[in-house]
């Protein structure tokens, strides 16, 4: 083990050492394994083996995606699906310094691994899993040398390619860990934390520990549990009766604990505990030890009336989200999603879908954090495929398993409040062989997880008389995909059924049967971000799927515009040109007076090659006078709009939630839209006429940031006039470039045909766009700049911290 091995080790041990008090036993010890891998793109013989040679092999550190490097290639085995990205065989080697030592255990735990992974120690195969997206621990312990001269190996299998319908990433693309403990020990996921019921006055805290003795003898042990509050203080404590766990065997000890004046965890106010969970000797030695984040809400769905959390009821403003995170690949550092799900939060989302797998554990623990709502799914396929190599080949073997411990690795995240079996699953055209599967899953959620329902993004139910033939009666919660009328039929069919929208699409008639039905509990779109993948249907040159709110680098699109003014609670306006001559009426001068609002032309979800008619900008390619339209979408009662100053009239809020428009007659300079209800004048939103690109603007999303694999930020790039309007034709090519305590990690601009590999430090503008990702590398400043030929470059000071 290397030096920043052993400190953290150390750190650990002497913090759970002060925590407990007069144990005298070590505790778990769990050490971050990020750095000091060796990795080859290739399957040599022996790779496995003590004994090879890796001195040529790249050292990289962990999360690490080798697929995103590219190239982007249209000949690529895993086609569109996979973004054009390449796929195959890679190995990850590491040696640890690592002796065991007498009555403890040595677990190495992985996050993620794409896909179909093999792990040996010390030449010994210890553990293989088909699933790319499922955690696994493996027991290292019988296998280690007693010199602590130790090497670790991991294949990763994705060249039976496109197994997802999506880009994947290949390699180990999460977390590893080692994780050290007494024979007597809580096993992955053993530590279960729920509250059984709540008032104001006081919480009941039910609590699961799973204790496991591998040791060679039977063990007397207790539990302890404390439970600290969001302040950190301790508000509960208490001991289960002594017991007696046989050598070889595991046991489950329940334990009920009264938490006083409780304070609920909420959209607003995520409010978070700790429970310590101690496995304690009959003579009080501590023998393991596990901290557990949760919260406390009463989360339900009502056939009536939808969605209830602590007692309000409201609709769920869900996207789906796939896990990739754009120029990062499926290595995702938290603060990607940070970004990501503050920005969506902020225009109104409330909820996220994890489409069509289990997450990041930190993606959750960020949810947590966030007050976002939660449906954690299962599967994208049972038995039935939907590309040849996928999930199905294994599902009859591995689901069982896998369900079982994605349920007890998340089952603590107050955030999750809905478990769904599967997407879309093509199983339902036999409905006994479906019913079986989702009997079997089932059963095992509500045995691990009694708390929370389940449902399943049904797919053309009415096609395989889902809700006929009672597939759909088997689920807590009934789900549907699109079609959100025949969900309310089902919901009238039968009005105990509880109902949600598992997906939906982004146009005004998917969200008004929602917003409109009140046993609808909510809906999730497709999708919260651009994603790599599900290019198939396009083709190259695509290489991804834009179908966001979002796009790949975290800024609103214009969808996501129009959405925000359906479902923030605070006053929202956004002005938009719409080039489409069909999307308004005559055209007036810019005098003003009022101007009757036309319904408008379906916004279709934006395709590869669509029909661009809207812009968020006022530089049309005719600078001559012309009709032009100013769309607005807000939540406002009255807007009023403006050109050049002067007023185009004041309409109100339609209440088909349709965009309120305004025709003119094209004239450069300024259009302005602002809200006219009391106290919210300040609130408006504007467009300026650009003229031709001078320099290049660069801005941080935040001025500081840190030096570890979760820390980044995005440095925008714009390419502006001499007024500092960006000029949306332009398409200069950037280079950005990084001096001082920083590195440039990736550039990007969103498009969907541009195959530049993300690590280049050049990028072409697209609308004028471009950005840089960069984090620190230690303590101290670094700038970013950008230069492109006849601008003049633009340069952003940052601070790195450590």
């Given at each position: 083990m290397g030096k920043t091995g052993s400190r953290t080790l150390l750190c650990t041990l002497a913090t759970a050492l002060a925590s407990i008090g007069a144990a005298q036993a070590a505790p778990r010890m769990v050490t971050p394994l990020p750095a000091g891998w060796r990795f080859i793109q290739a399957d040599p013989e022996g790779a496995e083996t003590p004994t090879l040679d890796d001195a040529s092999w790249q050292v990289v550190t962990v999360p690490h995606d080798w697929a995103i490097a590219g190239p982007f290639d249209p000949n690529a085995k895993a086609a569109g699906e996979n973004g054009f990205l390449p796929s195959g065989v890679a190995w990850y080697r590491k040696t640890l310094d690592l002796t065991p030592q007498p009555g403890r255990r040595y677990f190495i735990e992985f996050d993620g691994i794409?896909?179909?992974?093999?792990?040996?120690?010390?030449?010994?195969?210890?553990?293989?899993?088909?699933?790319?997206?499922?955690?696994?621990?493996?027991?290292?312990?019988?296998?280690?040398?007693?010199?602590?001269?130790?090497?670790?190996?991991?294949?990763?299998?994705?060249?039976?390619?496109?197994?997802?319908?999506?880009?994947?990433?290949?390699?180990?693309?999460?977390?590893?860990?080692?994780?050290?403990?007494?024979?007597?020990?809580?096993?992955?996921?053993?530590?279960?934390?729920?509250?059984?019921?709540?008032?104001?006055?006081?919480?009941?805290?039910?609590?699961?520990?799973?204790?496991?003795?591998?040791?060679?003898?039977?063990?007397?042990?207790?539990?302890?549990?404390?439970?600290?509050?969001?302040?950190?203080?301790?508000?509960?404590?208490?001991?289960?009766?002594?017991?007696?766990?046989?050598?070889?065997?595991?046991?489950?000890?329940?334990?009920?604990?009264?938490?006083?004046?409780?304070?609920?965890?909420?959209?607003n106010d995520p409010a978070l505990y700790r429970a310590s969970i101690r496995v304690l000797a009959a003579?009080?030695?501590?023998?393991?030890?596990?901290?557990?984040?949760?919260?406390?809400?009463?989360?339900?769905?009502?056939?009536?009336?939808?969605?209830?959390?602590?007692?309000?009821?409201?609709?769920?403003?869900?996207?789906?989200?796939?896990?990739?995170?754009?120029?990062?690949?499926?290595?995702?550092?938290?603060?990607?999603?940070?970004?990501?799900?503050?920005?969506?939060?902020?225009?109104?989302?409330?909820?996220?879908?994890?489409?069509?797998?289990?997450?990041?554990?930190?993606?959750?623990?960020?949810?947590?954090?966030?007050?976002?709502?939660?449906?954690?799914?299962?599967?994208?396929?049972?038995?039935?495929?939907?590309?040849?190599?996928?999930?199905?080949?294994?599902?009859?073997?591995?689901?069982?398993?896998?369900?079982?411990?994605?349920?007890?690795?998340?089952?603590?995240?107050?955030?999750?409040?809905?478990?769904?079996?599967?997407?879309?699953?093509?199983?339902?055209?036999?409905?006994?062989?479906?019913?079986?599967?989702?009997?079997?899953?089932?059963?095992?959620?509500?045995?691990?997880?009694?708390?929370?329902?389940?449902?399943?993004?049904?797919?053309?139910?009415?096609?395989?008389?889902?809700?006929?033939?009672?597939?759909?009666?088997?689920?807590?919660?009934?789900?549907?995909?699109?079609?959100?009328?025949?969900?309310?039929?089902?919901?009238?069919?039968?009005?105990?059924?509880?109902?949600?929208?598992?997906?939906?699409?982004?146009?005004?008639?998917?969200?008004?049967?929602?917003?409109?039905?009140?046993?609808?509990?909510?809906?999730?779109?497709?999708?919260?971000?651009?994603?790599?993948g599900e290019a198939n249907r396009s083709g190259w040159p695509n290489i991804q799927n834009p179908a966001g709110l979002l796009d790949r680098t975290g800024r609103q699109k214009i969808s996501g515009m129009e959405r925000e003014s359906w479902w923030s609670d605070r006053p929202v306006v956004h002005v938009v040109r719409n080039a489409d001559p069909a999307a308004a009426g005559p055209a007036t001068d810019g005098a003003g007076g009022p101007n009757q609002p036309v319904l408008p032309t379906m916004i279709a979800v934006a395709t590869p090659k669509p029909k661009v008619s809207l812009f968020d900008d006022w530089t049309p390619q005719d600078r001559s006078p012309h009709d032009e339209t100013i769309e607005v979408y807000s939540n406002c009662r009255q807007v009023e709009a403006f050109l050049n100053g002067r007023s185009l009239g004041t309409l109100p809020i339609n209440a088909d939630a349709s965009p309120r428009r305004w025709a003119v007659r094209y004239a450069p300079g300024e259009v302005r839209a602002t809200c006219r209800d009391p106290g919210g004048e300040a609130v408006s939103s504007s467009l300026r006429t650009a003229g031709k690109p001078v320099r290049i603007e660069l801005k941080p999303d935040t001025a500081t940031v840190g030096s570890t694999f979760d820390d980044m930020v995005y440095v925008r790039a714009r390419v502006v006039d001499a007024n500092g309007v960006t000029v949306p034709s332009a398409s200069q090519r950037l280079h950005f470039a990084v001096k001082g305590k920083g590195q440039l990690i990736a550039t990007d601009n969103g498009s969907s045909v541009d195959h530049t590999p993300f690590s280049s430090p050049d990028r072409a503008a697209q609308n004028g766009l471009a950005v840089a990702l960069v984090r620190g590398t230690g303590h101290g400043r670094f700038t970013v700049t950008a230069t492109a030929e006849g601008l003049r470059a633009g340069s952003a000071n940052l601070v790195a911290a450590e």
């Amino acid at each position: 083990m290397g030096k920043t091995g052993s400190r953290t080790l150390l750190c650990t041990l002497a913090t759970a050492l002060a925590s407990i008090g007069a144990a005298q036993a070590a505790p778990r010890m769990v050490t971050p394994l990020p750095a000091g891998w060796r990795f080859i793109q290739a399957d040599p013989e022996g790779a496995e083996t003590p004994t090879l040679d890796d001195a040529s092999w790249q050292v990289v550190t962990v999360p690490h995606d080798w697929a995103i490097a590219g190239p982007f290639d249209p000949n690529a085995k895993a086609a569109g699906e996979n973004g054009f990205l390449p796929s195959g065989v890679a190995w990850y080697r590491k040696t640890l310094d690592l002796t065991p030592q007498p009555g403890r255990r040595y677990f190495i735990e992985f996050d993620g691994i794409m896909e179909r992974s093999g792990v040996w120690v010390n030449g010994h195969h210890i553990g293989y899993r088909p699933m790319g997206y499922v955690s696994q621990r493996y027991d290292m312990t019988r296998h280690l040398r007693a010199d602590g001269h130790n090497v670790i190996a991991v294949r990763a299998d994705t060249s039976a390619a496109p197994s997802s319908r999506w880009y994947t990433g290949s390699g180990i693309y999460r977390r590893v860990r080692l994780i050290e403990t007494d024979d007597v020990h809580i096993p992955q996921g053993g530590a279960y934390v729920r509250a059984t019921a709540i008032s104001d006055a006081q919480a009941t805290i039910a609590v699961t520990t799973d204790v496991q003795n591998d040791a060679g003898a039977a063990t007397d042990i207790k539990v302890e549990l404390l439970l600290t509050d969001p302040d950190g203080r301790e508000v509960a404590r208490t001991v289960t009766p002594a017991t007696s766990v046989a050598a070889g065997r595991t046991i489950n000890l329940p334990a009920e604990i009264a938490l006083p004046r409780p304070h609920r965890w909420d959209i607003n106010d995520p409010a978070l505990y700790r429970a310590s969970i101690r496995v304690l000797a009959a003579d009080g030695t501590l023998l393991d030890n596990e901290d557990v984040r949760f919260g406390l809400r009463e989360a339900r769905f009502d056939p009536a009336t939808g969605f209830w959390l602590n007692g309000r009821n409201f609709k769920l403003k869900g996207v789906a989200l796939h896990q990739d995170g754009g120029a990062v690949g499926a290595a995702v550092p938290l603060a990607v999603w940070r970004q990501r799900l503050t920005a969506l939060k902020a225009q109104g989302v409330n909820a996220i879908r994890t489409a069509h797998n289990v997450p990041s554990p930190e993606f959750l623990d960020l949810a947590d954090e966030l007050g976002l709502i939660v449906m954690d799914e299962l599967f994208d396929q049972w038995n039935v495929a939907k590309t040849p190599e996928d999930y199905h080949l294994f599902f009859g073997d591995w689901h069982k398993r896998d369900t079982l411990d994605m349920v007890r690795r998340d089952r603590n995240h107050p955030s999750i409040v809905l478990w769904s079996a599967g997407n879309e699953i093509h199983d339902s055209a036999y409905p006994v062989q479906a019913k079986a599967a989702l009997r079997s899953i089932l059963d095992i959620v509500h045995a691990a997880d009694p708390s929370r329902p389940v449902t399943m993004a049904l797919f053309r139910p009415n096609v395989t008389k889902d809700y006929d033939n009672g597939l759909a009666d088997m689920l807590d919660v009934v789900g549907q995909n699109y079609r959100e009328n025949e969900l309310i039929a089902a919901s009238k069919q039968n009005p105990k059924r509880s109902i949600i929208g598992t997906e939906n699409a982004h146009n005004r008639s998917n969200w008004l049967p929602v917003r409109d039905y009140a046993p609808f509990s909510g809906m999730f779109l497709w999708t919260g971000v651009d994603y790599l993948g599900e290019a198939n249907r396009s083709g190259w040159p695509n290489i991804q799927n834009p179908a966001g709110l979002l796009d790949r680098t975290g800024r609103q699109k214009i969808s996501g515009m129009e959405r925000e003014s359906w479902w923030s609670d605070r006053p929202v306006v956004h002005v938009v040109r719409n080039a489409d001559p069909a999307a308004a009426g005559p055209a007036t001068d810019g005098a003003g007076g009022p101007n009757q609002p036309v319904l408008p032309t379906m916004i279709a979800v934006a395709t590869p090659k669509p029909k661009v008619s809207l812009f968020d900008d006022w530089t049309p390619q005719d600078r001559s006078p012309h009709d032009e339209t100013i769309e607005v979408y807000s939540n406002c009662r009255q807007v009023e709009a403006f050109l050049n100053g002067r007023s185009l009239g004041t309409l109100p809020i339609n209440a088909d939630a349709s965009p309120r428009r305004w025709a003119v007659r094209y004239a450069p300079g300024e259009v302005r839209a602002t809200c006219r209800d009391p106290g919210g004048e300040a609130v408006s939103s504007s467009l300026r006429t650009a003229g031709k690109p001078v320099r290049i603007e660069l801005k941080p999303d935040t001025a500081t940031v840190g030096s570890t694999f979760d820390d980044m930020v995005y440095v925008r790039a714009r390419v502006v006039d001499a007024n500092g309007v960006t000029v949306p034709s332009a398409s200069q090519r950037l280079h950005f470039a990084v001096k001082g305590k920083g590195q440039l990690i990736a550039t990007d601009n969103g498009s969907s045909v541009d195959h530049t590999p993300f690590s280049s430090p050049d990028r072409a503008a697209q609308n004028g766009l471009a950005v840089a990702l960069v984090r620190g590398t230690g303590h101290g400043r670094f700038t970013v700049t950008a230069t492109a030929e006849g601008l003049r470059a633009g340069s952003a000071n940052l601070v790195a911290a450590e």
